[in-house]
């Protein structure tokens, strides 16, 4: 039996704002422009947690009252969202990492198999970055999760967070025994999927919530 919780997973559910939230976006009623405002807190959020032990440098600050020692980021830091959904991810790191790389991957989910299918991928030879974010609004199965995460190790980060907004345990299970150095946020982890590997109880597909495009 795996430790569904591992060191390296990070659930946020005992957040107040990150339990407000995730309610709104569960509901079947909330139209996409919430949808994607909700998706972008929650984002934020996560992010917040997520980023407490970048590598930093010294740097030389000038206050209005005396010159002191302060901090920045050091280091290349990329956002990787899988599209489609990780797109609705990306403006939380962009405002809070104004200089971060964005790196797409595309993916879809085959709808019979549930498996992973790769339609988009850019990431430039060699050079990678140090610290690779990669968001994803759902971590199902993890087929996606570990098809982007092999994706970044052939690019060479060293260090790769995932961002997921709702997990299920069967793509926790997968991406922890799989990578078991990728560290995990989640704002929640749902009971089980369903025979079509949807999150159960979920919030249905949160691309299509996002861009509109339900029952397509
Ligand atoms: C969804 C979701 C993840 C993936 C998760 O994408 O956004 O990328 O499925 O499932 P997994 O953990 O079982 O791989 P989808 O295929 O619906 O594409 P979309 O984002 O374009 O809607």
């Known amino acids: ?8 997973v990070h659930v946020l559910d005992n957040h107040s704002l990150v339990r407000h939230h995730m309610s709104m976006l569960r509901d079947v009623s909330t139209a996409p422009a919430a949808f994607r ?14 980023t407490r032990d970048l590598r930093m440098r010294d740097c030389a600050v000038t206050t209005p009252m005396e010159a002191m020692q ?16 990780g797109l ?24 019979q198999t549930a498996q992973p299918v790769r339609y988009y991928d850019k990431l430039p030879a060699g050079a ?10 759902m971590l199902a199965t ?21 961002l997921s907004i709702i997990a299920a345990p069967e793509g926790i299970r997968l991406v922890t025994e799989r990578f078991p150095d ?6 929640v982890i749902d009971r089980e999927l369903n025979d079509r590997r ?19």
């Open 1 to 8: 039996m795996v430790n569904p919780r591992p060191e390296t």
């Open 37 to 50: 405002q909700h998706v972008k807190i929650l984002s934020l959020l996560l992010l917040a947690e997520a």
């Open 70 to 85: 302060g901090q920045q980021l050091a280091g290349r830091i990329a956002a990787v969202p899988i599209l489609r959904a």
């Open 88 to 111: 609705g991810m990306t403006a939380a790191v962009t405002e809070l990492i104004p200089d971060v790389e964005v790196r797409h991957l595309g993916f879809y989910r085959d709808e």
């Open 128 to 137: 990678p970055a140090d610290v690779a974010l990669l968001l994803d609004p």
């Open 142 to 162: 993890g087929g996606s999760a570990c098809m982007a995460i092999e994706t970044l190790r052939e690019w060479g980060v060293g260090r790769i967070v995932m």
């Open 182 to 187: 990728v560290i995990i946020y989640t704002c």
């Open 198 to 216: 949807f999150i159960l109880p979920g919030l249905g597909d949160a691309g299509d919530r996002m861009f509109n495009t339900v029952g397509e």
